[in-house]
T-cell receptor, first 120, second 111 residues
Framework: DTGVSQDPRHKITKRGQNVTFRCDPISEHNRLYWYRQTLGQGPEFLTYFQNEAQLEKSRLLSDRFSAERPKGSFSTLEIQRTEQGDSAMYLC??????????????????FGQGTRLTVV | EDKVVQSPLSLVVHEGDTVTLNCSYEVTNFRSLLWYKQEKKAPTFLFMLTSSGIEKKSGRLSSILDKKELSSILNITATQTGDSAIYLCAADAFGNEKLTFGTGTRLTIIP
């Protein structure tokens, strides 16, 4: 399978525990995004990387959240001291991007299957 | 703040009907509008629109962008039960790499 893959698919954790999710993008894609989706809502942007550099972070991303993409390939998203409000589907996407401004659009973003987090 | 609004929020039709889903956007330095279909987990890509008035088609699905009206529509003709899904509209901007999504339209096709 050459699409975006995420692991695990489901995670149930107790409030206060730390969790880490992994995303493997499509191999030639240089851009990787994390989104969060709650029931009845569209995905909300959390952060994105171009290669190994984290270039943008949403205000939604509190200091309990940290994301890395150390070698410009796979990425991890860690949530520390989880809260019930963190329960959501965490989606990863990747695309092939060029310059930042006044350039052709990136290729479309392809999404992984998501990690559903339940904090009890 | 950038915003994308979809309507209707929910739609139930019979198999064979034609449906039109709407998306409007308020995005600074708008670049492109994208449509995704979400059935159970991952949103799957349908269309990316950057130019006004040029229809994109894929089988029974088609979409068009109107930059003057800041809107787009997604048409599905001869609907089938497999078209039942949430249809998401998203927009991005020059210099801003995130996608801003609408809340989606939940489409249900009754056999």
């Amino acid at each position: 399978d050459t699409g975006v893959s995420q692991d695990p698919r489901h995670k149930i954790t107790k409030r206060g525990q730390n969790v880490t999710f992994r995303c493997d993008p499509i191999s030639e894609h240089n851009r990787l995004y994390w989104y969060r989706q709650t029931l009845g809502q569209g995905p909300e942007f959390l952060t994105y990387f171009q290669n190994e550099a984290q270039l943008e972070k949403s205000r939604l991303l509190s200091d309990r959240f940290s994301a890395e993409r150390p070698k410009g390939s796979f990425s991890t998203l860690e949530i520390q001291r989880t809260e019930q409000g963190d329960s959501a589907m965490y989606l990863c996407a990747s695309s092939l991007g060029w310059g930042p401004i006044l350039t052709p659009p990136n290729t479309e973003a392809f999404f992984g299957q998501g990690t559903r987090l339940t904090v009890v | 703040e950038d915003k994308v609004v979809q309507s209707p929020l929910s739609l139930v039709v019979h198999e064979g009907d034609t449906v039109t889903l709407n998306c409007s956007y308020e995005v600074t330095n708008f670049r492109s509008l994208l449509w995704y279909k979400q059935e159970k987990k991952a949103p799957t890509f349908l269309f990316m629109l950057t130019s006004s008035g040029i229809e994109k088609k894929s089988g029974r699905l088609s979409s068009i962008l109107d930059k003057k009206e800041l809107s787009s529509i997604l048409n599905i003709t001869a609907t089938q039960t497999g078209d039942s899904a949430i249809y998401l509209c998203a927009a991005d901007a020059f210099g801003n790499e995130k996608l801003t999504f609408g809340t989606g339209t939940r489409l249900t096709i009754i056999p």
